[in-house]
């Protein structure tokens, strides 16, 4: 416990000295995690079309399935990754990235919390594990607590996610991305949330198979295509 205390101070040190002496620089690397720059952003266009037809089907009732890898998934959220890299200091402290993986058929969410000052450092990873279902029309969300800080959490269960802290990666998949960090977190996630609620009214199941990630829409009057 000690270990863990001394490293979030040590975090919190670094980025309250940025704030203070590099508030205002802009740097599109810092703070960008090594995972994150590997992430091949150039695919964005066909992926987020992929997404498109799926909402476009899915609004005419039609039965269709978007599959998505984890490399899919930190693509969509390069729009994410591209705002922040282009922050000042001031409005990247405190704050982490988020880089997803698919493991044993488990969404792992890892939230990367970088040093702004002391770069040397490694950046703290927390990770979680998350997983969905569809319940009258919307999105349950569950998670279990891998790590937190650089510290191993052992014999974590899922537990049900109240919705201010729900991860909101369908509706964000699902809506226009448009990011703006000058606005609340809570407004951001109002706008993402009523773009994506028509689509997932039309959702019958939310899976992972094959360490893929799979949306289902259902046909009209909830029947399937034969």
């Known amino acids: 416990m000690q270990r863990l205390n001394f490293t ?11 704030l203070i002496f590099i508030r205002n620089k802009v740097d599109l690397d810092l703070g960008i995690p090594l995972q994150i720059k590997q992430i091949d952003f150039e695919k964005y266009p066909e ?36 705002e922040y890299s282009k922050r ?30 002391f770069t040397s450092n490694k950046p703290l990873l927390s990770q979680r594990a998350i997983k969905f279902h569809i319940e009258n029309g919307k999105i349950v969300e569950y998670r279990r607590f891998i790590s937190t800080y650089n510290q191993e959490i052992e014999n974590s269960e899922y537990q049900l996610v109240e919705k201010p802290f729900s991860s909101s990666l369908i509706h964000f998949i699902l809506g226009s991305q448009t990011i703006d960090y000058r606005k609340s977190l809570q407004s951001m996630r109002s706008k993402v949330g009523k773009e994506a609620s028509p689509i997932i009214k039309k959702l019958k199941s939310i899976r992972v198979r094959d360490n893929q990630l799979i949306l289902e829409s259902w046909k009209k009057n909830g029947t399937e295509i034969n």
């Open 88 to 117: 000042p200091v001031k409005y990247k402290s405190f704050e982490g990235v988020n880089y997803f993986d698919i493991q044993n058929n488990e969404i792992i969410v890892s939230e990367i919390s970088p040093f702004f000052y």
């Open 8 to 18: 979030i101070l040590r975090w919190m040190f670094d980025n309250l000295i940025a």
């Open 47 to 82: 992926v987020r079309g992929r997404v498109i037809a799926f909402n476009m089907a899915a609004k005419f009732d039609r039965s269709v399935e978007l599959v998505l890898s984890a490399e899919d998934i930190n693509i969509l959220y390069s729009q994410v990754h591209l």
